[in-house]
Nanobody, 125 residues
Framework: QAQLVASGGGLVQAGGSLRLSCAAS????????LGWFRQVPGKEREFVAA????????YYADSVKGRFTISRDNAKNTIYLQMNSLKPEDTAVYSC??????????????????WGQGTLVTVST
């Protein structure tokens, strides 16, 4: 079982950057692929990015490709989401999640077993 704690959200102007972190507890961290999702009120949770267990493969939503980078540090049991060139439409609560799956399942909410609490990112104009 994995427990996840996300941090790093805040208020930033459009064009700015933020780095989110997600710290995981438990010795099985390396057994999971990890992902970031975001949600705004009234809308469904949306896939943002994911990284395989090995860290060799990463996946991104088209809306963030080229601006966001996901990475993991297995020694620190932590994943990161570096967000650059932020836009007001990136405003959302961002959550991290752990998945025993791989590939296409990492794009799906149902592909994840464990979820952390969200961290709010607000991008102002």
């Amino acid at each position: 079982q994995a427990q996840l704690v996300a941090s790093g959200g805040g208020l930033v102007q459009a064009g700015g950057s933020l780095r989110l972190s997600c710290a995981a507890s438990g010795r099985t961290f390396r057994s999971y692929a990890l992902g970031w999702f975001r949600q705004v009120p009234g809308k469904e949770r949306e896939f943002v990015a994911a990284i395989e267990r090995s860290g060799e493969s990463t996946y991104y939503a088209d809306s963030v490709k080229g601006r966001f980078t996901i990475s993991r540090d297995n020694a620190k049991n932590t994943i990161y989401l570096q967000m650059n060139s932020l836009k007001p439409e990136d405003t959302a609560v961002y959550s991290c999640a752990a998945s025993p799956n791989t590939g296409v399942y990492l794009y799906m909410v149902v592909g994840y077993d464990f979820w952390g609490q969200g961290t709010l990112v607000t991008v102002s104009t």
